[in-house]
């Protein structure tokens, strides 16, 4: 199994920046893609930006150009480089990955972080 665990989040000026990092853990996975997603109030939770273990990422159009999605596979930890902060990314954030187990096609959550964009 993997256990995700997400840290970084915090309150943040709009125009700031927040790194947010997901420490994975686990014996015997392959994953193939992680990614970030977020809940805002009222809102639907959404995909913010995904990472394949090729390296291939995919953003959603709010965040391009302003979040960085990344890894340190040595370290099994997963990033989001949030900067130029809105008033709309206020969210909680979670970290989710998608691997293989013995076999089995299998997906963990974070319990997720909050971010908190002021003016």
């Known amino acids: 199994q993997v256990h995700l665990v997400e840290s970084g989040g915090g309150l943040v000026q709009a125009g700031g920046s927040l790194r947010l990092s997901c420490a994975a853990s686990?014996?015997?996975?392959?994953?193939?893609?992680m990614g970030w997603y977020r809940r805002a109030p009222g809102k639907e939770r959404e995909l913010v930006a995904a990472i394949t273990s090729g390296g291939s990422t995919n953003y959603a159009d709010s965040v391009k150009g302003r979040f960085t999605i990344s890894t340190d596979n040595a370290k099994n930890t997963l990033y989001l480089q949030m900067n130029s902060l809105k008033l709309e990314d206020t969210a909680v954030y979670y970290c989710?990955?998608?691997?293989?187990?013995?076999?089995?096609?299998?997906?963990?959550w974070g319990q997720g972080t909050q971010v908190t964009v002021f003016l």
């Open positions: 989710k990955a998608d691997y293989a187990l013995g076999g089995r096609f299998l997906r963990s």
């Open positions: 686990g014996d015997g996975i392959s994953i193939s893609v």
